[in-house]
């Protein structure tokens, strides 16, 4: 297995979609500059801080592929997921701050939430658990004859865990149609792939299942994006699932309060000149999708963007104590 | 016509099928073979493979899978093949499902069928009572039925129900248990205990396979002219302590029984519930009568010295009877 080139196709089709990825991606990466490097020091955010620095491509090329009805199990490293299926920036600043306006309303930390009318599914901190249950929609958008699929990300270290196995393998006996994405960032916690699995990548796990697994360039979003369409159309055409293995790094600790000093430097360096972000401007630029300063307008337009969520954000109220044990079922 | 404990749950499953074609099953062996326990015998031949799915080994799939169909509208019912695997879905039972609602507002109206319970020579792996694992996990209902009318009439409510709601059908009442159910529609509310006997001297709150050990006793107590109330749970969570302070009030003493292990079984929240309540009602000490703190064993001399008796509720009643 060999990383894929990314095909040019129709060039005015592509530069629509580089400056929508440029967008999805420069929103995410504001927005967890501010969660990371200002809010949280400041003290605004109390609880957890995972970031996805690095990895934007993923999300951002993935959930582009996607339909409204496909239903995504984003994880807390794949914030562009929510944003492109219109989860406002403004409230999951708010569910970070613990504010009533957050997605859970302050229920639960950063990137654990979803949304049933937007098909997006809420992690648990146990990632790997997410695995069996987007095996379960995809079972039922077969059982309700619907054409959608499941989408569903996970870290390698989840790749370690029962339930990932138990998943993958109870989708592909099945058949169901679910694209399986990792987030191949190297690092769970400070654990290497080296002493995460004896395989040397993800997708070397996808033959047990008899799932087709390919190894796709993360840092390239465009490849991440082509890539999908081929998973979809497999995954569409009732084959059951398909693993996609998105190489990339992460370019931070695991959370706001780790240094990360057990990643060698040099790492991280290199990593840093295959940013997506600067990237896909360059390919912008040099394949006359945009000019620079088209480039500069997009990412002037996400700090106001980002710079509106934080006010609505930080005039949020705290929940009210009153509702703290309203809603553990449904019919209290 | 007589109706066994097993037949009735396997009416109510077969009903709410033919009613919802949203409700399916899920779990080893339940298909071609029927069940471990022949609970969903003929099942995959009236319903078809997509609505009873044979699924691999793999109790965290089978409950996670159930949860993600329901977030797609359908209501799943997952069968564990003993009770005691349900550790196996652990995770997905406390932490996905259990918290769904809560966290963002996702109900998640699965079923997790789970037959428990000893006296069958299972040994430690095939005998436990885990519903108290599940008990303190708010977000989860928790349903154990004694009666065939019961276990037909809390299946039903159970698939209806908008969350989570684990079903412990005690296997040695399978095919013990025999009652004249009613021709029609009908269901039972989770969330209900019920008084099965009515009695003055004192009373036996318990629920399961221990609700006719309690009756039982209750005849022999009544030949020595002590009159003993027996409460049926019939729903571990949410609880019920209405009925057991009402009945305590009553009968100002109280034997609490289960064939759970003691620490930390229902018996203890119970007891702690009607010290809170009902306190000044008492005459005398909480009295519990439960397996004792070990794993189950097989050998039949030793799970009888486990498993609570008749004679052993008829002991401790007369002792608290004479306080």
Redesign the interface.
Same mark, same amino acid.
């Given at each position: 297995m060999s990383a894929t080139q990314a095909v040019p196709t129709g060039r005015r089709e592509e530069a629509a979609l580089a400056h929508k990825c440029l967008y999805y991606m420069s929103l995410m990466r504001e927005m967890e500059d501010r969660i990371e490097r200002k809010l949280y020091r400041q003290g605004k955010i109390v609880g957890g801080v995972y970031v996805g620095r690095g990895q934007e491509a993923i999300s951002t090329g993935a959930a582009l592929q996607a339909d409204p009805g496909d239903v995504l199990f984003p994880t807390h490293r794949d914030m562009a997921a929510y944003l492109i299926r219109g989860v406002p920036a403004g409230r999951i600043l708010a569910q970070y701050m613990g504010r009533a306006d957050g997605v859970t309303h302050g229920r639960d930390a950063n990137m654990h939430m979803g949304d049933l009318q937007l098909n997006v599914v809420a992690i648990i901190s146990a990632l790997a658990a997410t695995v069996p249950v987007a095996a379960g929609a995809a079972l039922a958008l077969k059982y309700l004859g619907r054409k959608n699929v499941a989408m569903c990300w996970f870290g390698e270290g989840s790749t370690s865990v029962g339930h990932w196995h138990e998943g993958m393998n109870f989708a592909s006996v099945q058949k169901l149609p679910v694209v399986w994405i990792c987030n191949n960032n190297q690092y769970a916690y400070s654990t290497p792939m080296s002493l995460q699995m004896a395989c040397a990548n993800v997708a070397d796990r996808g033959p047990a299942y008899n799932t087709p697994a390919e190894i796709i360039d993360g840092n390239d979003v465009l490849a991440v994006h082509q890539a999908t369409g081929r998973a979809l159309e497999y995954v569409r055409a009732g084959k059951g699932p398909y693993l996609l293995e998105c190489k990339t790094f992460r370019m931070t600790g695991h959370s706001a309060h780790d240094a990360a000093h057990y990643v060698p430097p040099e790492l991280f360096e290199e990593w840093g000149k295959l940013d997506p972000i600067a990237r896909l401007e360059a390919r912008m630029t040099a394949e006359g999708w945009a000019e620079r300063n088209e480039i500069d307008a997009i990412q002037a337009a996400v700090r106001k963007e980002v710079d509106e969520a934080v006010a609505f954000a930080e005039a949020s109220p705290y929940p009210d104590p009153a509702t703290l044990t309203d809603g553990v079922y449904g019919d209290q | 016509m007589s109706t066994t404990y097993l037949e009735a749950i396997r009416q109510g499953l077969w009903e709410e099928m033919e009613r919802d074609p949203n409700v399916?099953l899920i779990g080893e062996d339940i298909g071609v073979y029927g069940g471990a326990f022949k609970v969903t015998d003929g099942f995959y031949e009236h319903f078809g493979e &997509?609505r009873v799915?044979d699924? *691999?080994i %793999?109790e965290?799939?089978i409950?996670?899978?159930?949860?993600?169909? %329901?977030?797609?509208?359908?209501r799943?019912v997952a069968e564990m093949q003993f009770a005691d695997f349900i550790t196996c879905a652990f995770?997905?039972i406390v932490?996905?499902a259990a &918290? %769904?609602?809560?966290?963002?507002?996702?109900?998640v109206p699965i079923v997790v069928r789970a037959p428990s319970g000893g006296g069958i020579h299972g040994g430690p792996f095939h005998s436990q009572n885990p519903e108290m694992w599940f008990v303190r996990t708010?977000?989860l &209902?928790v349903v154990a039925p004694a009666t065939a009318y019961d276990a037909k009439g809390l299946i039903k409510s159970a698939i209806r129900?908008?969350?989570p709601v684990l079903f412990f059908e005690h296997k040695g009442l399978y095919r013990r248990i025999k009652e004249d159910l009613p021709a029609g529609e009908y269901t039972v509310p989770i969330g209900k205990a019920k008084v099965v006997r009515k009695g003055g001297h004192l009373s036996i709150v318990t629920y399961g396979a221990m609700v006719w050990t309690a009756l039982e006793a209750a005849d022999q107590l009544a030949g020595e002219g002590i009159s003993a109330e027996v409460v049926d749970l019939r729903t571990l969570l *949410?609880l019920d302590r209405e009925t057991v302070c009402a009945s305590v009030k009553k009968t100002s003493k109280v034997l609490i029984l289960h064939e759970d292990t003691r620490t930390g079984g229902m018996a203890g929240e119970l007891a702690a519930s009607i010290s809170e309540s009902v306190f000044e009602y008492l005459d005398a000490p909480i009295v519990r009568v439960t397996a004792p703190d070990t794993p189950v064993p097989y050998s039949p001399p030793l799970e009888d010295a486990f498993l609570p008796n008749t004679a052993k509720v008829v002991e401790k009643a007369r002792w608290l009877y004479r306080y």
């Amino acid at each position: 297995m060999s990383a894929t080139q990314a095909v040019p196709t129709g060039r005015r089709e592509e530069a629509a979609l580089a400056h929508k990825c440029l967008y999805y991606m420069s929103l995410m990466r504001e927005m967890e500059d501010r969660i990371e490097r200002k809010l949280y020091r400041q003290g605004k955010i109390v609880g957890g801080v995972y970031v996805g620095r690095g990895q934007e491509a993923i999300s951002t090329g993935a959930a582009l592929q996607a339909d409204p009805g496909d239903v995504l199990f984003p994880t807390h490293r794949d914030m562009a997921a929510y944003l492109i299926r219109g989860v406002p920036a403004g409230r999951i600043l708010a569910q970070y701050m613990g504010r009533a306006d957050g997605v859970t309303h302050g229920r639960d930390a950063n990137m654990h939430m979803g949304d049933l009318q937007l098909n997006v599914v809420a992690i648990i901190s146990a990632l790997a658990a997410t695995v069996p249950v987007a095996a379960g929609a995809a079972l039922a958008l077969k059982y309700l004859g619907r054409k959608n699929v499941a989408m569903c990300w996970f870290g390698e270290g989840s790749t370690s865990v029962g339930h990932w196995h138990e998943g993958m393998n109870f989708a592909s006996v099945q058949k169901l149609p679910v694209v399986w994405i990792c987030n191949n960032n190297q690092y769970a916690y400070s654990t290497p792939m080296s002493l995460q699995m004896a395989c040397a990548n993800v997708a070397d796990r996808g033959p047990a299942y008899n799932t087709p697994a390919e190894i796709i360039d993360g840092n390239d979003v465009l490849a991440v994006h082509q890539a999908t369409g081929r998973a979809l159309e497999y995954v569409r055409a009732g084959k059951g699932p398909y693993l996609l293995e998105c190489k990339t790094f992460r370019m931070t600790g695991h959370s706001a309060h780790d240094a990360a000093h057990y990643v060698p430097p040099e790492l991280f360096e290199e990593w840093g000149k295959l940013d997506p972000i600067a990237r896909l401007e360059a390919r912008m630029t040099a394949e006359g999708w945009a000019e620079r300063n088209e480039i500069d307008a997009i990412q002037a337009a996400v700090r106001k963007e980002v710079d509106e969520a934080v006010a609505f954000a930080e005039a949020s109220p705290y929940p009210d104590p009153a509702t703290l044990t309203d809603g553990v079922y449904g019919d209290q | 016509m007589s109706t066994t404990y097993l037949e009735a749950i396997r009416q109510g499953l077969w009903e709410e099928m033919e009613r919802d074609p949203n409700v399916f099953l899920i779990g080893e062996d339940i298909g071609v073979y029927g069940g471990a326990f022949k609970v969903t015998d003929g099942f995959y031949e009236h319903f078809g493979e &997509k609505r009873v799915v044979d699924t *691999p080994i %793999s109790e965290a799939a089978i409950v996670g899978a159930a949860i993600g169909a %329901s977030y797609m509208g359908l209501r799943p019912v997952a069968e564990m093949q003993f009770a005691d695997f349900i550790t196996c879905a652990f995770d997905q039972i406390v932490n996905f499902a259990a &918290k %769904s609602r809560y966290r963002w507002g996702a109900a998640v109206p699965i079923v997790v069928r789970a037959p428990s319970g000893g006296g069958i020579h299972g040994g430690p792996f095939h005998s436990q009572n885990p519903e108290m694992w599940f008990v303190r996990t708010p977000g989860l &209902k928790v349903v154990a039925p004694a009666t065939a009318y019961d276990a037909k009439g809390l299946i039903k409510s159970a698939i209806r129900d908008n969350d989570p709601v684990l079903f412990f059908e005690h296997k040695g009442l399978y095919r013990r248990i025999k009652e004249d159910l009613p021709a029609g529609e009908y269901t039972v509310p989770i969330g209900k205990a019920k008084v099965v006997r009515k009695g003055g001297h004192l009373s036996i709150v318990t629920y399961g396979a221990m609700v006719w050990t309690a009756l039982e006793a209750a005849d022999q107590l009544a030949g020595e002219g002590i009159s003993a109330e027996v409460v049926d749970l019939r729903t571990l969570l *949410p609880l019920d302590r209405e009925t057991v302070c009402a009945s305590v009030k009553k009968t100002s003493k109280v034997l609490i029984l289960h064939e759970d292990t003691r620490t930390g079984g229902m018996a203890g929240e119970l007891a702690a519930s009607i010290s809170e309540s009902v306190f000044e009602y008492l005459d005398a000490p909480i009295v519990r009568v439960t397996a004792p703190d070990t794993p189950v064993p097989y050998s039949p001399p030793l799970e009888d010295a486990f498993l609570p008796n008749t004679a052993k509720v008829v002991e401790k009643a007369r002792w608290l009877y004479r306080y």
